[in-house]
């Protein structure tokens, strides 16, 4: 069975930085584009970041370009999203998410983490 788990959530100040994991199984990695969503509450769930299967074409919407980078390490079933530059906007449950293409859509993805919280504040 597919597995994807995210970790390295937490709390940060305004302008600091934190580096998000995901770890994956149960499927062929390098087959998969991967992607990185968030949600607040009460709000649509959004892209910030995708990547293609080996890792040479990410993509970004406008409002994260560059603060986020993703990357990926196909060797260890992982892809990362580094954030720096934080905002108290970018508070936010983040989701990991495995899909057939890179593309900036939730409906796009299969596969999905159980999300890691990110907590931008003073």
């Known amino acids: 069975q597919v597995q994807v788990v995210e970790s390295g959530g937490g709390l940060v100040q305004p302008g600091g930085s934190l580096r998000l994991s995901c770890l994956v199984s149960?499927?062929?990695?390098?087959?998969?584009?991967m992607a990185w969503f968030r949600q607040i509450p009460g709000k649509e769930r959004e892209a910030v970041s995708s990547?293609?299967?080996?890792?040479?074409?990410?993509y970004y919407p406008s409002f994260v370009k560059g603060r986020f980078t993703i990357s990926r390490d196909n060797a260890k079933n992982t892809v990362y999203l580094q954030m720096d530059s934080l905002k108290p906007e970018d508070t936010a449950m983040y989701y990991c998410?495995?899909?057939?293409?890179?593309?900036?859509?939730?409906?796009?993805?299969?596969?999905w983490g159980q999300g890691t919280q990110v907590t931008v504040s003073s």
């Open positions: 998410a495995a899909g057939p293409h890179p593309i900036l859509d939730t409906h796009g993805y299969r596969y």
């Open positions: 990547i293609n299967w080996s890792g040479s074409t990410p």
């Open positions: 149960g499927l062929t990695f390098d087959d998969y584009a």
